[in-house]
């Protein structure tokens, strides 16, 4: 039997009780899921998926991520709500190329662990289920696990093993749909300069790739949770004499307003501007503080530093937590300048390990 699966939240409690329905079955995974955005948020989804099937002792395989084939058939229904047409699409594209994939591997059976999901229409899943194996071999399997208490012990057992728990099915639309309006799309948010910030799918991807590494070696843990006062760079630029400069926003940097205007008199190293709070800091002076040796700001935006290392250099600037915008420029000099940006921030709850 080919089992196609969404995540592991579902999968891990759905192939469990596959199992002792089917003892006798070969159960295969496929992990095809291209309507999953952005590509990090699908590796995350794949990466805890192949932990749980190493648990299980589970086959699992990895279909392509072919999301702009995917995109393509949504034209038209990007405003349908959940559970309407599009969803209706998206399973007949999953579940229909997961049956071509059963074919090609021979199995006799086909199902989905989307049927686990209650954020699911179980008639729509039964339905894509019977189109996929039309004028075929295969014979569909439909079984609902969620009933008699089924979500319940599946978020119960997902808790217990420490599984990914994505906060959003999958797709840009749903991501859009399953938040609230003042909600930022986190995972839509990504540094020029790669840095792995808070809350971020980066940062996610490195605390699983910890509790792989941990559970690896026998070693205790436990995943903790922790609301943070989180920060996102939106856009932000400074002019000189009317001239665009290079310059970094060290994390943390808040505008209330969107330009800044202000004139210096003379340069230095760290100069206190009166507008916001806001602090200019040559590069030379961000190097002595921070121990590092970047040649210019270009390769600081380009390659910035680790952002424990970077909150350091904030802290030897500004006594306790601060959110005034610090700004580094390859030198400071006289001038009227502009700074025009854009930032928010905002609560968020974030996962920890805890040994």
Same mark, same amino acid.
Request: proline residues 3%; glycine residues 8%.
């Given at each position: 039997?080919?089992?196609?699966?969404?995540?592991?939240?579902?999968?891990?409690?759905?192939?469990?009780?596959?199992?002792?329905?089917?003892?006798?079955?070969?159960?295969?995974?496929?992990?095809?899921?291209?309507?999953?955005?952005?590509?990090?948020?699908?590796?995350?989804?794949?990466?805890?998926?192949?932990?749980?099937?190493?648990?299980?002792?589970?086959?699992?395989?990895?279909?392509?991520?072919?999301?702009?084939?995917?995109?393509?058939?949504?034209?038209?229904?990007?405003?349908?709500?959940?559970?309407?047409?599009?969803?209706?699409?998206?399973?007949?594209?999953?579940?229909?190329?997961?049956?071509?994939?059963?074919?090609?591997?021979?199995?006799?059976?086909?199902?989905?662990?989307?049927?686990?999901?209650?954020?699911?229409?179980?008639?729509?899943?039964?339905?894509?289920?019977?189109?996929?194996?039309?004028?075929?071999?295969?014979?569909?399997?439909?079984?609902?696990?969620?009933?008699?208490?089924?979500?319940?012990?599946?978020?119960?057992?997902?808790?217990?093993?420490?599984?990914?728990?994505?906060?959003?099915?999958?797709?840009? *639309?749903? &991501?859009?749909?399953?938040?609230?309006? @003042? /909600? $930022?799309?986190?995972?839509? #948010? =990504?540094?020029?300069?790669?840095? !792995?910030?808070?809350?971020?799918?980066?940062?996610?991807?490195?605390?699983?790739?910890?509790?792989?590494?941990?559970?690896?070696?026998?070693?205790?843990?436990?995943?903790?949770?922790?609301?943070?006062?989180?920060?996102?760079?939106?856009?932000?630029?400074?002019?000189?004499?009317?001239?665009?400069?290079?310059?970094?926003?060290?994390?943390?940097?808040?505008?209330?307003?969107?330009?800044?205007?202000?004139?210096?008199?003379?340069?230095?190293?760290?100069?206190?501007?009166?507008?916001?709070?806001?602090?200019?800091?040559?590069?030379?002076?961000?190097?002595?503080?921070?121990?590092?040796?970047?040649?210019?700001?270009?390769?600081?935006?380009?390659?910035?530093?680790?952002?424990?290392?970077?909150?350091?250099?904030?802290?030897?600037?500004?006594?306790? *937590?601060? &959110?005034?915008?610090?700004?580094?420029? @390859? /030198? $400071?000099?006289?001038?009227? #300048? =502009?700074?025009?940006?854009?930032? !928010?921030?905002?609560?968020?709850?974030?996962?920890?390990?805890?040994?």
């Amino acid at each position: 039997m080919l089992v196609h699966i969404c995540c592991s939240v579902d999968s891990h409690y759905f192939l469990q009780k596959l199992k002792k329905v089917y003892p006798n079955e070969r159960i295969i995974g496929y992990f095809y899921d291209p309507n999953i955005h952005p590509y990090s948020e699908f590796l995350l989804r794949y990466k805890d998926v192949k932990r749980s099937c190493k648990k299980l002792g589970i086959e699992l395989i990895c279909g392509d991520y072919d999301y702009e084939s995917w995109l393509s058939g949504t034209k038209g229904l990007e405003k349908e709500p959940e559970k309407g047409k599009r969803c209706e699409y998206c399973f007949d594209f999953r579940v229909g190329n997961s049956a071509k994939m059963a074919l090609n591997l021979g199995c006799k059976r086909l199902t989905t662990t989307l049927l686990m999901s209650p954020k699911k229409d179980f008639t729509q899943l039964k339905n894509a289920l019977k189109n996929a194996v039309k004028d075929t071999s295969l014979e569909p399997v439909a079984v609902d696990f969620r009933k008699n208490g089924g979500t319940m012990e599946q978020f119960d057992l997902a808790k217990k093993d420490k599984l990914y728990h994505q906060n959003y099915c999958g797709c840009v *639309f749903a &991501l859009e749909k399953q938040r609230a309006k @003042d /909600e $930022i799309f986190d995972e839509l #948010f =990504e540094p020029l300069g790669g840095q !792995v910030q808070f809350g971020s799918i980066k940062s996610r991807l490195k605390l699983y790739k910890k509790v792989r590494k941990y559970e690896k070696n026998g070693i205790e843990f436990d995943l903790v949770r922790k609301k943070i006062l989180n920060y996102r760079l939106k856009f932000a630029k400074v002019c000189v004499d009317g001239v665009l400069v290079p310059s970094y926003m060290l994390f943390y940097s808040h505008f209330g307003r969107n330009t800044l205007k202000f004139t210096l008199h003379s340069g230095g190293e760290l100069i206190n501007v009166m507008n916001e709070g806001a602090k200019l800091l040559s590069l030379a002076k961000f190097n002595e503080l921070g121990g590092f040796d970047y040649k210019d700001v270009l390769e600081l935006m380009r390659c910035p530093p680790k952002l424990g290392r970077e909150l350091k250099v904030r802290k030897l600037i500004e006594v306790g *937590f601060s &959110l005034s915008p610090i700004i580094v420029l @390859d /030198e $400071i000099r006289a001038g009227k #300048f =502009e700074v025009q940006a854009s930032s !928010v921030i905002y609560p968020q709850i974030i996962e920890k390990v805890k040994i």
